[in-house]
C-alpha cells in the first residue's frame, strides 16, 4: 500500500490559533493565508472550526470565516470542522451554508459537531444547555431537510437560498455521534489519531449501521489527527511542544492560552501535574522525518480504511508549520493545485 497510488485524500483543519504577542485578527489572516499554500500543495480541503470564548483560538465564526477562505482560493473544497449544531438553531444554518454553495459552487462543505459551548456560563451567553447536545440526531434530521425542502419542524417555511442545494454534509463524531451519521447515511469525521482503539471502534461500528441516503451511497471515513513533518524526528517532535504546553496550562489553569515557543517552554518549570499532562500531549501523534510519517500513516489507512485524512496540526512557528505541510504533501505524492470535484 502507498498513499499516492492508493488515492487517498489529504486536508488541513486550521483551529486560528493564537500566537503570544498577537491578537485574533493576526490568526484569522494567518488561517486564511494558510489555506491559499495548502492549495498550493494540492491538499482537497480546508476545514475551519468552531470554539467560544478560548483565548488561544480565534475561530468562532467559521461561515464567516469559510467565506473569507473561499474568496482566497480558487479550487480547493472549503468548510468547516465543524459548526456545533446544538449551538445554532438548524434553519440559520441551512441558510449560511445556503449562502456560501451560492457564491462558491461545487466547493463548500458543512461539517457538523454535536459539542455545545463546554462551560456554563458559555452555554448560557449562547442560550443552550448542556442536554442540547443529546438533540443533535434530531437538529441533523431537520437541517437536512431545511435543504430538500422536507423538514416538518416549521410548516411552510422554507430557507433560502439553501433549499433546494446539495452541500456535501460531514459528521464529527466518535462514539454515539458515529452511529448518528450511520443512520443518517453520512461521511464520518473521526478522531483522533491518538486514541487508535476507540477510533477504530467507532470506524467499525459506523460501516455496521450505515444506511445509504440520498447524500451517500457507502461509508465515507475521514480520519483526523495531528500530524508533523520536520526533517530529522526530534524537529518533528518541537513542533508538539507548544500545543502539548497550552493543554497542560488549560487541565492546570482552567484557560486554553495563546501558543508559547517552544525553547520558552522548555526553559519553564512544570508542577508535576503540569509535567504529566505535558507529556501525555506529546504522545500518540504522527510525527518525524517524511520516511517514518508515510509508514505510520500508511498503517493508520489500512487499520482504519478511511479514504481521507484530515490533518490538525498546531504550532507556534508558522515557517514550520507550512515546511511540515509541504513535506506531508510531498510524503502523499500531491502534485499541484487541488481538484474541486467530489
Same mark, same amino acid.
Not at 483551529?15 to 499554500?37: I, K, P
Not at 478560548?54 to 480558487?74: F, K
Not at 456545533?84 to 434553519?91: E, F, R, S, T, Y
Given at each position: 500500500?502507498?498513499?499516492?497510488?492508493?488515492?487517498?485524500?489529504?486536508?488541513?483543519?486550521?483551529?486560528?490559533?493564537?500566537?503570544?504577542?498577537?491578537?485574533?485578527?493576526?490568526?484569522?489572516?494567518?488561517?486564511?493565508?494558510?489555506?491559499?499554500?495548502?492549495?498550493?500543495?494540492?491538499?482537497?480541503?480546508?476545514?475551519?472550526?468552531?470554539?467560544?470564548?478560548?483565548?488561544?483560538?480565534?475561530?468562532?465564526?467559521?461561515?464567516?470565516?469559510?467565506?473569507?477562505?473561499?474568496?482566497?482560493?480558487?479550487?480547493?473544497?472549503?468548510?468547516?470542522?465543524?459548526?456545533?449544531?446544538?449551538?445554532?438553531?438548524?434553519?440559520?444554518?441551512?441558510?449560511?451554508?445556503?449562502?456560501?454553495?451560492?457564491?462558491?459552487?461545487?466547493?463548500?462543505?458543512?461539517?457538523?459537531?454535536?459539542?455545545?459551548?463546554?462551560?456554563?456560563?458559555?452555554?448560557?451567553?449562547?442560550?443552550?444547555?448542556?442536554?442540547?447536545?443529546?438533540?443533535?440526531?434530531?437538529?441533523?434530521?431537520?437541517?437536512?431537510?431545511?435543504?430538500?425542502?422536507?423538514?416538518?419542524?416549521?410548516?411552510?417555511?422554507?430557507?433560502?437560498?439553501?433549499?433546494?442545494?446539495?452541500?456535501?454534509?460531514?459528521?464529527?463524531?466518535?462514539?454515539?455521534?458515529?452511529?448518528?451519521?450511520?443512520?443518517?447515511?453520512?461521511?464520518?469525521?473521526?478522531?483522533?489519531?491518538?486514541?487508535?482503539?476507540?477510533?477504530?471502534?467507532?470506524?467499525?461500528?459506523?460501516?455496521?449501521?450505515?444506511?445509504?441516503?440520498?447524500? %451517500?451511497? @457507502?461509508?465515507? #471515513?475521514?480520519? =483526523? /489527527?495531528?500530524?508533523? &513533518?520536520?526533517?530529522?524526528?526530534?524537529?518533528?517532535? +518541537?513542533?508538539?511542544?507548544?500545543?502539548?504546553?497550552?493543554?497542560?496550562?488549560?487541565?492546570?489553569?482552567?484557560?486554553?492560552?495563546?501558543?508559547?515557543?517552544?525553547?520558552?517552554?522548555?526553559?519553564?518549570?512544570?508542577?508535576?501535574?503540569?509535567?504529566?499532562?505535558?507529556?501525555?500531549?506529546?504522545?500518540?501523534?504522527?510525527?518525524?522525518?517524511?520516511?517514518?510519517?508515510?509508514? %505510520?500513516? @500508511?498503517?493508520? #489507512?489500512?487499520? =482504519? /480504511?478511511?479514504?481521507? &485524512?484530515?490533518?490538525?496540526?498546531?504550532?507556534?512557528? +508558522?515557517?514550520?508549520?507550512?515546511?511540515?505541510?509541504?513535506?506531508?504533501?510531498?510524503?502523499?505524492?500531491?502534485?499541484?493545485?487541488?481538484?474541486?470535484?467530489?
Amino acid at each position: 500500500m502507498t498513499l499516492s497510488s492508493d488515492g487517498i485524500r489529504f486536508s488541513v483543519l486550521d483551529r486560528s490559533r493564537t500566537r503570544e504577542g498577537e491578537d485574533g485578527s493576526q490568526a484569522l489572516r494567518d488561517t486564511v493565508r494558510l489555506a491559499q499554500r495548502v492549495e498550493e500543495l494540492g491538499y482537497h480541503r480546508f476545514w475551519v472550526s468552531e470554539h467560544h470564548s478560548v483565548p488561544g483560538v480565534a475561530g468562532s465564526a467559521p461561515t464567516v470565516l469559510a467565506a473569507a477562505v473561499a474568496g482566497a482560493t480558487s479550487a480547493i473544497r472549503v468548510g468547516t470542522g465543524g459548526v456545533m449544531l446544538p449551538n445554532h438553531q438548524p434553519m440559520v444554518v441551512a441558510e449560511q451554508f445556503g449562502v456560501l454553495e451560492s457564491l462558491f459552487p461545487g466547493r463548500i462543505d458543512m461539517g457538523l459537531g454535536r459539542s455545545v459551548g463546554f462551560t456554563d456560563g458559555i452555554r448560557r451567553a449562547l442560550g443552550r444547555d448542556r442536554d442540547d447536545a443529546e438533540r443533535f440526531g434530531e437538529q441533523l434530521t431537520e437541517l437536512l431537510g431545511w435543504f430538500t425542502g422536507t423538514q416538518t419542524a416549521h410548516p411552510q417555511v422554507h430557507a433560502r437560498p439553501a433549499e433546494g442545494l446539495r452541500v456535501p454534509a460531514y459528521v464529527l463524531a466518535i462514539g454515539e455521534g458515529a452511529s448518528i451519521a450511520a443512520v443518517a447515511g453520512l461521511p464520518l469525521v473521526v478522531g483522533d489519531l491518538r486514541g487508535r482503539e476507540r477510533m477504530l471502534s467507532a470506524i467499525d461500528a459506523y460501516r455496521s449501521a450505515f444506511r445509504p441516503s440520498a447524500w %451517500a451511497r @457507502e461509508p465515507y #471515513v475521514v480520519v =483526523s /489527527g495531528t500530524v508533523a &513533518v520536520a526533517g530529522s524526528e526530534e524537529a518533528a517532535r +518541537r513542533l508538539l511542544i507548544p500545543e502539548a504546553w497550552s493543554l497542560a496550562y488549560s487541565r492546570t489553569r482552567g484557560v486554553f492560552p495563546p501558543l508559547t515557543p517552544a525553547e520558552r517552554v522548555e526553559e519553564l518549570t512544570m508542577t508535576e501535574k503540569q509535567r504529566g499532562f505535558f507529556e501525555s500531549g506529546l504522545r500518540g501523534h504522527v510525527y518525524g522525518t517524511e520516511e517514518q510519517v508515510g509508514e %505510520a500513516l @500508511e498503517r493508520v #489507512v489500512k487499520e =482504519s /480504511g478511511a479514504q481521507e &485524512v484530515l490533518v490538525t496540526t498546531s504550532t507556534y512557528d +508558522r515557517a514550520a508549520l507550512l515546511d511540515s505541510y509541504r513535506r506531508l504533501a510531498r510524503v502523499a505524492g500531491m502534485a499541484g493545485p487541488a481538484d474541486a470535484e467530489g
